[in-house]
């Protein structure tokens, strides 16, 4: 099922230019931009076992791949981004301490990632050595990191150019106090989520992002005033997309809020164990200069060669 929405913040959309009908066809073609999305995959390499009582030999990283590869053969801009939580959860964590999950994960080309906190146990230089394997960005902009091995590895956001779209990626930490010990995040200091989330945002949105996505190891939603991906939409303004983490959530679509300006923020979460393929598309009209966002989450069963 796919469901249309209109992205509302995006201030460049209305200055698209018209470009000629006999244009249109490529020029709308260059303007989707397709999402791909990973969160608390916990180390999960093979599929679920077969007598799995909830998800009986699904997920799997192989099923992942070749899943990511045939939207690839499909689609020309794909983004790959993961909201945290790559470690712990089997014994090939155990055995090679987040190794094989980084190795993975270069294979498949993922561009972006966020810290959760089971990436800190095994302490940031295991996680730093862990992701010499790989190639992708990792951003938090939540964490102070001056004063720790993760310092020059982690940046508070980035910026790519995909699909003639200029897109501000940032990222958000859950606090780790009580989470991780002690020893595992010593020199780093916990930000406020909401005043940094709102700070990267206005930084994105100055540099001219056509699309601000956070990517957020916070959590859907709690009983209690924790800050969550959905207080974090309310409390903020100029974030389109949260990609978010940390509280398993499986949501079946794209969720939507309205911001402190009242505007659009979509929220998706795809569970754990990489039972599940988070896909968002954004596609720039070139008539009306308007973005419209869809998703479609998808389960990873054995009809996934
Ligand atoms: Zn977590």
Same mark, same amino acid.
């Given at each position: 099922?796919?469901?249309?929405?209109?992205?509302?913040?995006?201030?460049?959309?209305?200055?698209?230019?018209?470009?000629?009908?006999?244009?249109?066809?490529?020029?709308?073609?260059?303007?989707?931009?397709?999402?791909?999305?990973?969160?608390?995959?916990?180390?999960n390499?093979?599929?679920?076992?077969?007598?799995? %009582?909830?998800?009986?030999?699904?997920?799997?990283?192989?099923?992942?791949?070749?899943?990511?590869?045939?939207?690839?053969?499909?689609?020309?801009?794909?983004?790959? @981004?993961?909201?945290?939580?790559?470690?712990?959860?089997?014994?090939?964590?155990?055995k090679?301490?987040?190794?094989?999950?980084?190795k993975?994960?270069?294979?498949?080309?993922?561009?972006?990632?966020?810290?959760?906190?089971?990436?800190?146990?095994?302490?940031?230089?295991?996680y730093?050595?862990?992701?010499?394997h790989?190639?992708?960005?990792?951003?938090?902009?939540?964490?102070?990191?001056?004063?720790?091995? @993760?310092?020059?590895?982690?940046? %508070?956001?980035?910026i790519?150019?995909?699909?003639?779209l !200029?897109?501000g990626?940032?990222?958000?930490?859950?606090?780790?106090?009580?989470?991780?010990?002690?020893?595992?995040?010593?020199?780093?200091? &916990?930000?406020d %989520?909401?005043?940094?989330?709102?700070?990267?945002?206005?930084?994105?949105r100055?540099e001219?992002?056509?699309?601000?996505?956070?990517?957020?190891h916070?959590? &859907?939603?709690?009983?209690?005033?924790?800050?969550?991906? !959905?207080?974090?939409?309310?409390?903020?303004?100029?974030?389109?997309?949260?990609?978010?983490?940390?509280?398993h959530?499986?949501?079946?679509?794209?969720?939507?809020? !309205?911001?402190?300006?009242?505007?659009?923020?979509?929220?998706?979460?795809?569970?754990?164990?990489?039972?599940?393929?988070?896909?968002?598309?954004?596609?720039?009209?070139?008539?009306?200069?308007?973005?419209?966002?869809?998703?479609?989450?998808?389960?990873?069963?054995?009809?996934?060669?």
């Open positions: 099922m796919e469901r249309r929405l209109f992205l509302q913040q995006t201030g460049v959309a209305a200055g698209a230019a018209m470009v000629a009908p006999s244009l249109m066809s490529a020029k709308q073609k260059q303007n989707k931009l397709v999402i791909l999305h990973t969160n608390d995959t916990h180390s390499i093979d599929p679920f076992p077969v007598n799995h %009582p909830k998800f009986p030999n699904m997920g799997g990283v192989s099923r992942r791949a070749s899943l990511i590869q045939s939207i690839r053969d499909q689609e020309e801009h794909v983004l790959l @981004l993961d909201a945290g939580d790559i470690f712990q959860g089997t014994p090939y964590f155990n090679f301490k987040g190794v094989l999950e980084m993975t994960m270069a294979a498949m080309k993922y561009d972006i990632v966020t810290l959760g906190n089971h990436d800190f146990d095994i302490g940031m230089e295991a730093k050595s862990a992701l010499s790989a190639s992708f960005q990792v951003v938090n902009a939540n964490y102070e990191l001056a004063s720790t091995p @993760l310092s020059e590895v982690v940046k %508070p956001y980035t790519i150019k995909k699909a003639g !200029k897109i990626i940032f990222g958000l930490g859950v606090n780790l106090q009580g989470l991780v010990p002690v020893e595992n995040w010593k020199g780093l200091t &916990y930000l %989520p909401v005043s940094a989330a709102q700070k990267q945002a206005d930084t994105l100055k001219g992002c056509d699309v601000v996505i956070c990517l957020s916070l959590g &859907y939603e709690y009983n209690t005033d924790q800050v969550s991906d !959905k207080v974090l939409a309310a409390s903020t303004a100029g974030i389109d997309v949260i990609i978010g983490g940390h509280t959530t499986f949501l079946e679509d794209l969720q939507e809020f !309205k911001n402190k300006e009242g505007k659009s923020v979509f929220v998706n979460q795809v569970g754990y164990g990489g039972l599940k393929l988070g896909r968002i598309d954004i596609e720039r009209c070139m008539d009306s200069g308007k973005f419209t966002i869809a998703s479609t989450n998808r389960l990873l069963d054995d009809y996934i060669a």
